[in-house]
């Protein structure tokens, strides 16, 4: 391997932030998505509409629910890909709709499709060791999401739900490492698949505080959606979408990297 080659992996320079920056990512996003509001519900709506299916899913597989449900939220960073690219444009000055979010999609470059495969299958992986974990520990067949709730939460099931939240947790913990700011990242610059992935594991690694404050909005803000039946991704979506482009713009500082559409 070429000197260049190796220098063309190495990450991006990041920037350290302050504890509150999620605050403000937070009110930037709410922002752009009252600037573009039908682009943010028709990815919120794509969003909810996939958790019904997986809701459907899990009444008629029970032993795939608990595994489905945090497989589908792996997929989040890439699903709102479109409106990474409508804070770019509102960023330059430029209007932006569904229009420039549905080109964002159509010209996506290889190595943003590599991320959706990748995250794809993390999470199919994910089904299917959760699957098998209640396959092999349950005394009895889970036939959905409140059995398994009964099981784990009140009758003897403490320690396996111990064993599938800590792996659950570790799995998601590497899945916000390498996506926290990687979309946004291939979207808006010429960089490759491995650098982009190593930047965003450093601006998490250099920012320990800020970034387990904006995983735990991520997370609180989806768990709340799901509680309300899925209709509160109509707006958690856009607004952490938007929001996690803005998060980019303060971690990274991809002056070096040429765009990739000027």
């Not at 309300?228 to 991809?254: C, E, K, N, Q």
């Amino acid at each position: 391997m070429n000197a260049r080659s190796v220098a063309d992996d190495a990450p991006l320079p990041v920037r350290a932030i302050g504890a509150a920056r999620p605050s403000a990512w937070l009110r930037a996003g709410w922002r752009d998505f009252a600037r573009s509001p039908l682009a943010g519900l028709v990815h919120g709506a794509f969003v909810a509409i996939g958790g019904w299916v997986v809701v459907l899913v899990s009444l008629r597989h029970g032993w795939v629910a608990p595994g489905a449900f945090s497989g589908f939220v792996i997929l989040g960073p890439i699903l709102v890909t479109g409106l990474y690219e409508i804070s770019r444009l509102h960023a330059r000055g430029q209007a932006a709709g569904l229009r420039d979010a549905v080109a964002a999609w159509r010209r996506g470059t290889a190595p943003l499709v590599w991320l959706g495969l990748l995250l794809a299958a993390l999470g199919t992986l994910w089904v299917l060791v959760s699957a098998l974990l209640f396959k092999l520990f349950a005394p009895a067949p889970l036939r959905g999401p409140l059995e398994f709730l009964r099981y784990a939460l009140v009758e003897q099931g403490e320690t396996l739900f111990a064993l599938w939240a800590v792996l659950g947790g570790m799995g998601v913990a590497v899945v916000f490492a390498v996506t926290a700011v990687s979309p946004p990242l291939l979207l808006g610059r010429r960089v490759g698949f491995r650098q982009a992935l190593l930047t965003s594991v450093r601006a998490v690694g250099e920012n320990p505080g800020p970034m387990t404050l904006w995983a735990l909005v991520i997370l609180v803000a989806t768990s709340a959606s799901i509680a309300t039946g899925m209709l509160g991704f109509l707006i958690t979506v856009p607004v952490l979408g938007h929001a996690s482009w803005h998060a980019y713009r303060d971690l990274v500082d991809a002056e070096s990297a040429p765009l990739r559409n000027p």
